[in-house]
């Protein structure tokens, strides 16, 4: 058996007199981040210190009693130059996020852990399910952020004469709605869809557009725009901008110009409500981005999939809502439905075209590659 050549995200040494603390902690930044394996009775610089007895039984307790919630371990031990040594196995978590009985909670940082900070806690919480970005109140902006003609279109659906109410029942509609909280800020959800200029309070509310002149992002650039403004907007504005830049290709035959099957608007329109609506509005400083190159267009979403999400599901229609009241909201304005079904249709037509389709979860970032 050769044990890996050296340390990083996914492999830990560590040699017999490692603690059950620490131990318990390298446990639950792996199980936070996407699993790995810990090493005993290797050192830091890979030399064979090997076990004196075995600690299955130890790590299989640490496992049970001091990570919460309880993980189930893996443990194999093996002989390498002579002496024993054991590997344990972590899983991803599908628990996220996990904690030691200190409550600390760690994440794998390259090939070290450290104590998660407020962010990549949200970003942990977002993705168990446990905790929704979209309904925070943003406290520096006020009811006069939001767009109180498009709040009335938005009611004229349920036939409320929004426009006709008492100011007190405008405001009892608008925080029924979620679209102020109880504070009566503007909640996330609430400004990205009604507000006036949401990116003031919200930079990392956009999409970013570019357009390649051939298939990598060293080409020269033949587009580019940013889309600012309620997700509606920015959604109608972009698949624009696609339809704008999107080479038809065609063929002749006998003098007459034949085009090429091509993907419907939906498809397009699909994936970038997808983006918007399932991002991590936690992540600062990273757009959507719609990259078109010559063989291909690229969909990238800041955050990863949730905790009960796999991309094996993606296709065949599970259905997730970091955001729900953005995917409500989204909804009833006619954007989407919550039936999963958008991603198996841009699946479906794809393969019905005979292109390529990729679905990438890595890194701090979803991925949808379409092939042209």
């Given at each position: 058996?050769?044990i890996?050549?050296?340390e ?5 040494f560590?040699?017999e007199?490692?603690?059950?603390r620490?131990l318990?902690?390298?446990i ?8 790995g394996?810990i090493w ?6 890979r030399?064979?210190g090997?076990?004196?007895?075995s600690?299955?039984?130890?790590v ?8 919460i919630?309880?993980l189930?371990l893996?443990?194999?031990?093996y002989?390498?130059?002579?002496k024993q040594?054991a590997c344990?196995?972590i899983p991803?978590g599908?628990?996220?996020?996990y904690?030691t009985?200190?409550n ?5 940082v390259g090939?070290t ?8 806690l949200?970003?942990l919480?977002q ?6 970005y979209?309904?925070i109140?943003l406290?520096?902006?006020?009811e006069?952020d939001l767009?109180y003609s498009?709040?009335?279109?938005y009611?004229?659906?349920y ?7 008492s100011?007190d ?5 608008i925080?029924a709605s979620d679209?102020?909280?109880?504070l ?13 200029t949401?990116?003031r ?9 570019a357009?390649?002149?051939g298939?990598e992002?060293?080409a020269?650039l033949l587009d580019?725009k940013n889309f ?11 698949l624009?901008?696609?339809k704008?830049?999107?080479p038809?290709?065609?063929?002749l035959?006998?003098?007459?110009r ?6 419907s608007?939906?498809v397009f329109?699909?994936?970038?409500v997808?983006?918007c609506v ?8 990273s757009?959507?981005?719609v990259?078109?190159f010559?063989d291909r267009?690229?969909?990238m979403?800041p ?5 009960t999400v796999?991309i ?12 729900p009241l953005?995917?409500r909201?989204?909804e009833?304005l006619g954007?989407m439905?919550k039936?999963?079904?958008?991603l198996p249709m841009?699946y ?8 390529n389709?990729e679905?990438?979860?890595?890194g ?5 590659i379409?092939g042209l």
């Amino acid at each position: 058996m050769e044990i890996p050549k050296s340390e990083n995200q996914y492999i830990e040494f560590k040699n017999e007199q490692v603690s059950a603390r620490d131990l318990a902690e390298e446990i639950v930044a792996f199980a936070n981040y996407e699993g790995g394996e810990i090493w005993l009775g290797v050192e830091d610089d890979r030399r064979i210190g090997g076990l004196s007895r075995s600690y299955e039984e130890d790590v299989m307790n640490i496992g049970r009693t001091s990570v919460i919630p309880p993980l189930n371990l893996k443990y194999r031990e093996y002989s390498v130059e002579n002496k024993q040594v054991a590997c344990i196995t972590i899983p991803k978590g599908v628990d996220r996020p996990y904690y030691t009985v200190r409550n600390r909670y760690y994440i794998r940082v390259g090939s070290t852990k450290r104590i998660a900070s407020r962010e990549e806690l949200i970003c942990l919480f977002q993705a168990s399910g446990l905790f929704h970005y979209d309904l925070i109140e943003l406290e520096t902006a006020s009811e006069r952020d939001l767009n109180y003609s498009e709040i009335a279109d938005y009611f004229t659906r349920y036939q409320i004469h929004f426009t006709e109410e008492s100011e007190d029942e405008k405001r009892r509609l608008i925080r029924a709605s979620d679209i102020l909280g109880k504070l009566l800020h503007p909640t996330v959800g609430g400004l990205l869809i009604f507000g006036i200029t949401p990116e003031r309070y919200l930079p990392q509310a956009g999409i970013a557009f570019a357009h390649f002149k051939g298939k990598e992002i060293d080409a020269d650039l033949l587009d580019k725009k940013n889309f600012c403004g309620p997700l509606a907007r920015q959604v109608d504005n972009a698949l624009a901008a696609i339809k704008a830049n999107l080479p038809i290709a065609s063929t002749l035959q006998a003098a007459k110009r034949i085009e090429s099957p091509h993907y419907s608007d939906k498809v397009f329109r699909e994936l970038l409500v997808n983006a918007c609506v399932h991002r991590n509005y936690s992540v600062i400083g990273s757009q959507i981005r719609v990259f078109l190159f010559e063989d291909r267009i690229e969909f990238m979403s800041p955050g990863r999939l949730p905790n009960t999400v796999s991309i094996e599901k993606l296709s065949v229609g599970t259905s997730y809502a970091r955001n729900p009241l953005l995917v409500r909201f989204m909804e009833n304005l006619g954007y989407m439905d919550k039936l999963g079904r958008g991603l198996p249709m841009v699946y479906r037509e794809a393969k019905k075209l005979n292109r390529n389709i990729e679905f990438i979860d890595k890194g701090e970032e979803f991925k949808v590659i379409l092939g042209l």
